[in-house]
Structures are given as C-alpha cells and as structure tokens.
C-alpha cells in the first residue's frame, strides 16, 4: 500500500540505537539514585545520629562541670573556682539548642529531654544557684549540710540519661541499618541493571543482525540461482520485508515476470510463423516447378538476398527491444547501489552510536572509581577517629587514677577532705563514663571500617561489571563493522554488474550499427538481382515473393525457437 508505513534498513539500526540509549540512560539513572540512598544514609549518621549523641552525652558531662566549680568553691570560698560552673553552664545550654534542632524528628528523644532530662536539669541548676546564694551569705555550714540534695538530684538525672543514652544507641543503630540497608539495594540494583544491560543489549543487536544479514543473503542467493540455472525465469525471490532489499526484490521479480512473458508471446509467433511458411513453401514448389529451371539462378540470389534482408530487419528489432531491457536493468542497478551505499552509511553510523556508549560506560567506571576513592578516604577517617578514642581512654584512665588518689588523700584528711572525696568520686564516675563512651565510639567506628570495606568491595564488583559490558559493547561494534564490509561487498558488486551491464548496452548499440549496415548492403544487392533478373521478374513475380516471404519466415522461426528454448519460462 503506497501510505502504509516502511520500516526501512536506516530506521531499524535508528530505532536499535534509540533503544540502547534509552537503556543507559536508565541503568545510569538508577546507578545514581542507589548512590544518593548511600550518601543520604551516611548523611543521617554523620549529620544528625552523631550530633543528638555527642549534645546529649555531654549534659552529663556539663552538669558535673557545674557540680565541680560549685563544690570547690564551696571549700575555697573562692569565686575564682566557679569559673567551671559558669563554662559548664554555658555549654549546657549550646547542647540543649542542639538537641532541640533535632529532636522534632525523634519523638522518644524529645518526649525525655522535655518531660524527664530538663525537669531535673532545673532542679539541679536551682540548687547550685541555692548553695552559691548560701556560700555568698555566709551560710557554709548550710551550704554542706545540703550536698546531699545536690547527689541525690545527680542520681536521678543520671538515671534519665541512661534513658537517653539508650535511646541515642537505638537511633544509631537504625542510622547503621539504614545505611546497611541502602548499601545491599545499591548492590542488588548495580547488578541486576549491569546484567539486564548486557543481555539487551545482545537481544537487540542480534535482532537488527537478524532483520538486516537475512534478507540480503537471502536475495544473493536466489539471484546467484537464477544466474547460475541457464536461463530459468521461473525463479522468483520470496520476500516479505518492507525495507529497500525488499523492494530490490519486488523489481528484480517485475523484470523477470515482463521478460518471460515477451518470450512467451515470441514463441507463440514463432510457432505461427514457422506454420504458415510451411504451407507458404509448398504452395509455392507446386505452382513453380515449370518455370523453376529458367530462373533458378535469379530465384536463389534474390531469395538469398531477400532473405537476408528480412532476418536483419527482425534482428534489428529484436536488438533494439532488449536493448530497451538491458538500460532498464541498469538504472534499476544503479539504484539497489545507491541503496547498499546508504546500508553502509548507517552501518558506520551504528558503529559511531556504539563508540559513544562504550565512553558513557567508561565515564561511569571512572565515577565507581572515585566514589570508591572517597569511601576508602572514610575508612582511614574512622581510623584517625580510632586513634583519637585511644587517647580519650588514656586519659580516662589517667583522670580514673588521679580521682581515686585524690580520694585517698581526702580519706587523709577526715572530715575536711569529705568533700574532696566527694568530687573525686564524681570525677572518678566521669572518667569511667567517658571509657564507656570510648568503648561505644570504637565498636562504632570498627562497624563503619566493616560496612566501608563492604561497600568498596561492592563499587569494585560493579566495576568488573561495567568494564564486562565495555567489552560487549566492543563486540557489537566489531559487528557492525562486518556487517559494513558485506554491504560494502555487495554494493561493489552491484557495481561491477551495473559496470558490466553498461558495457552490454555499449555492444548493443555497435550490433545495431552493423546490422543497419548489412541491411544497406543487402539492399543494395537485391536492387542489382532484381535489375539483372528483370525478364523473368514478370513470369516469377509472384511465386518469388511467395517463397522467399516463406523461406524467410520459416529461418526466422527456427532462430527464433531455438533462442527461446534456452530460456524455462
């Protein structure tokens, strides 16, 4: 149907590529999305796990800096030692802004800090502000009798920060899973995208070899047949594609169908004429017999000439009608080279599609390459990190030390140095709290070095992946390549039958010069019998015409059967 539509060699090598594309489009795509879950999961512990633990760890730790400056000044008199109360004080409040900036996405966290934490941080700041008010009086005495109040609100809050403190603990090890989580899909969909890619991008590239190779083939060798069976028009091509090999086809059967039935209406003729000069001749050989000795001579010249004269001027004709052919052969050679020349074209063009997409594919091994180097540069941060919880535990141990002499020397003492002893024992319960921490910090940090190396071996194992499908890609390339080489073969062929063909057409023309030239010269003798022949003309006259239009015939006919019995219509 003239507007129904033609999926052509160019636009199924478009279409292909088109598909490709969108193929690594997506894979790419879904690779970055995988990649920002990874980084916001990091993000989470980094951001936010890691600040909400460190401002609440350090409540603890600013209260007892209170407790300390309010106590030695309560044993000194001095003010000069409320300097730690009032630095204590100051970060208390920093920590509690920062817990406020996170605690609205943790509602267990903000339920502790608001209805249980701050409640007894009030209670506790009321009663160091109490016994700085009493120590600026005058009222020592007092002021001692209640540090007992002071311990047991510190107990009570250190209760709820054992609360919080687990609570801190199950929000990192959510942060953990979910980074964990987040590491696993990225795993899972890197693999599942690089395998899916490669199998369809094999799929497609053999569908296009398929839907292109096949038909050509498949018309080379029916043509090969019908040039190598002697003249056997019978030979169609069977073709069903709607692309130009296809209508290469559809052509090549037209000129075959036109060609055999010329033949076919020639031999009929031939038959017809071969019959009636049958019966033209013995007509003749029955009425001439009486005057066939007078004029046999003249008789056998001019109907030689005659003869000859007929067999040019149908020759002449014959030449001229496949001369007509053979040019129409030749334009429609013209026109299926032209067609393996844009074959070709598109070829190159899908070999260019395909160097294009082996850059993307080493754009993104070059991103896994550095995504890979900035995950190791974290795993040497956590071990900078490590070092550093060393230290914190040196020093705890050395603080852990220095309060239990301390408390040594306030046992010394007596009664003076209770409460020395008092604040050694506080002291000595941070240290122990800050080992703990330490301890956290490092199971932490050893967690992190575990899940990076994890995630390293993952970005390597995607990379052989991507670098697999490199060299898939590599491989669709090189068959395009061959697929260019045999079009390039077929259309130098095609060529060189064009070429030949031309040359065909060129003998043609020199035939039908020489033919025009015999036809003169035959004209030319059977003017100069008919002069010579002029007394027996009159007598003759008719049976000449008769047997030489029957001889003439009959030679005819017998070329003419001849030539169409080496053609299988």
């Known amino acids: 149907m003239k507007g129904s539509f033609r999926f052509t060699i160019q636009r199924k090598i478009s279409t292909t590529f088109a598909i490709l594309l969108l193929l690594t489009m997506a894979?790419?795509?879904?690779?970055?999305?995988?990649?920002?879950?990874?980084?916001?999961?990091?993000?989470?512990?980094?951001?936010?796990?890691?600040?909400?633990?460190?401002?609440?760890?350090?409540?603890?730790?600013?209260?007892?800096?209170?407790?300390?400056?309010?106590?030695?000044?309560?044993?000194?008199?001095?003010?000069?030692?409320?300097?730690?109360?009032?630095?204590?004080?100051?970060?208390?409040?920093?920590?509690?802004?920062?817990?406020?900036?996170?605690?609205?996405?943790?509602?267990?966290?903000?339920?502790?800090?608001?209805?249980?934490?701050?409640?007894q941080i009030e209670k506790i700041q009321n009663y160091f502000e109490e016994q700085i008010t009493l120590v600026q009086n005058?009222?020592?005495?007092?002021?001692?009798?209640?540090?007992?109040?002071?311990?047991?609100?510190?107990?009570?809050?250190?209760?709820?920060?054992?609360?919080?403190e687990a609570d801190n603990a199950k929000l990192i090890n959510d942060a953990l899973n979910a980074s964990r989580t987040a590491s696993q899909r990225a795993k899972i969909g890197m693999l599942i995208c690089g395998i899916g890619s490669v199998l369809l991008a094999i799929l497609f590239a053999l569908m296009l070899s398929k839907a292109i190779v096949k038909p050509i083939r498949q018309v080379g060798k029916q043509i090969a047949e019908i040039?190598?069976?002697?003249?056997?028009?019978?030979?169609?091509?069977?073709?069903?594609?709607?692309?130009?090999?296809?209508?290469?086809?559809?052509?090549?059967?037209?000129?075959?169908?036109?060609?055999?039935?010329?033949?076919?209406?020639v031999g009929l003729t031939a038959q017809q004429v071969a019959s009636s000069?049958?019966?033209?001749?013995?007509?003749?050989?029955?009425?001439?017999?009486?005057?066939?000795?007078?004029?046999?001579?003249?008789?056998?010249?001019?109907?030689?000439t005659d003869r000859q004269v007929q067999s040019v001027s149908e020759g002449s004709t014959a030449i001229a009608a496949l001369s007509r052919?053979?040019?129409?052969?030749?334009?429609?050679?013209?026109?299926?080279?032209?067609?393996?020349?844009?074959?070709?074209?598109?070829?190159?063009?899908?070999?260019?599609?395909?160097?294009?997409?082996?850059?993307?594919?080493?754009?993104?091994?070059?991103?896994?390459?550095?995504?890979?180097?900035?995950?190791?540069?974290?795993?040497?941060?956590s071990e900078e990190i490590g070092q550093i919880v060393d230290v914190i535990r040196d020093i705890s141990a050395q603080t852990n030390l220095l309060a239990l002499n301390a408390a040594i020397e306030a046992a010394r003492a007596g009664e003076h140095g209770r409460g020395f002893?008092?604040?050694?024992?506080?002291?000595?319960?941070?240290?122990?709290?800050?080992?703990?921490?330490?301890?956290?910090?490092?199971?932490?940090?050893?967690?992190?070095?575990?899940?990076?190396?994890?995630?390293?071996?993952?970005m390597?194992?995607?990379?052989?992946?991507?670098?697999?499908?490199?060299?898939?890609?590599?491989?669709?390339?090189q068959s395009f390549e061959q697929i260019k080489r045999h079009i390039d073969e077929v259309s130098q062929q095609i060529e060189e039958v064009s070429s030949s063909i031309k040359e065909i057409t060129k003998e043609t023309s020199s035939v039908m010069e020489t033919i025009s030239q015999i036809a003169e010269v035959s004209e030319a003798n059977a003017a100069g019998t008919q002069n010579v022949s002029a007394a027996t003309e009159e007598q003759l006259a008719a049976m000449e015409e008769i047997s030489s239009s029957a001889a003439s015939l009959a030679k005819m006919a017998e070329e003419l059967q001849s030539m169409i019995k080496k053609f299988k219509v």
């Not at 393996?340 to 850059?359: H, L």
């Open 227 to 265: 040039a190598e069976g002697e003249g056997d028009l019978t030979k169609e091509i069977v073709m069903t594609s709607r692309d130009e090999v296809g209508d290469l086809a559809a052509s090549f059967n037209a000129m075959l169908r036109n060609l055999r039935s010329m033949i076919g209406q």
């Open 27 to 119: 894979v790419f795509g879904m690779v970055y999305f995988m990649l920002a879950s990874m980084e916001k999961a990091s993000d989470d512990i980094v951001y936010e796990a890691f600040p909400i633990a460190g401002a609440t760890n350090r409540l603890l730790v600013d209260l007892i800096n209170e407790e300390t400056g309010v106590r030695a000044y309560l044993v000194s008199g001095d003010e000069v030692f409320l300097e730690p109360y009032t630095l204590g004080k100051e970060q208390l409040q920093k920590d509690l802004e920062t817990i406020r900036q996170y605690e609205d996405a943790h509602p267990v966290l903000k339920g502790l800090v608001e209805n249980e934490a701050l409640p």
């Open 421 to 458: 002893a008092v604040v050694a024992d506080e002291v000595r319960k941070l240290a122990e709290q800050s080992t703990r921490s330490a301890e956290q910090i490092a199971e932490l940090i050893a967690t992190i070095q575990m899940d990076t190396g994890k995630a390293v071996e993952s």
């Open 460 to 477: 390597e194992g995607g990379l052989k992946e991507v670098e697999a499908g490199m060299v898939v890609v590599n491989e669709a390339g």
């Open 277 to 304: 000069a049958e019966e033209l001749t013995a007509s003749a050989d029955q009425t001439s017999s009486a005057t066939e000795q007078i004029a046999s001579t003249v008789q056998e010249v001019a109907s030689a």
């Open 138 to 164: 005058g009222n020592i005495e007092e002021a001692r009798k209640r540090i007992g109040d002071g311990k047991e609100a510190m107990d009570a809050f250190r209760q709820v920060f054992a609360k919080i």
């Open 325 to 381: 052919e053979v040019e129409s052969i030749a334009q429609r050679s013209t026109n299926v080279a032209t067609v393996a020349k844009q074959g070709s074209q598109a070829a190159t063009d899908g070999n260019q599609s395909i160097q294009t997409a082996v850059r993307q594919m080493g754009t993104i091994s070059e991103t896994i390459h550095d995504l890979s180097a900035v995950v190791k540069r974290l795993g040497q941060r």
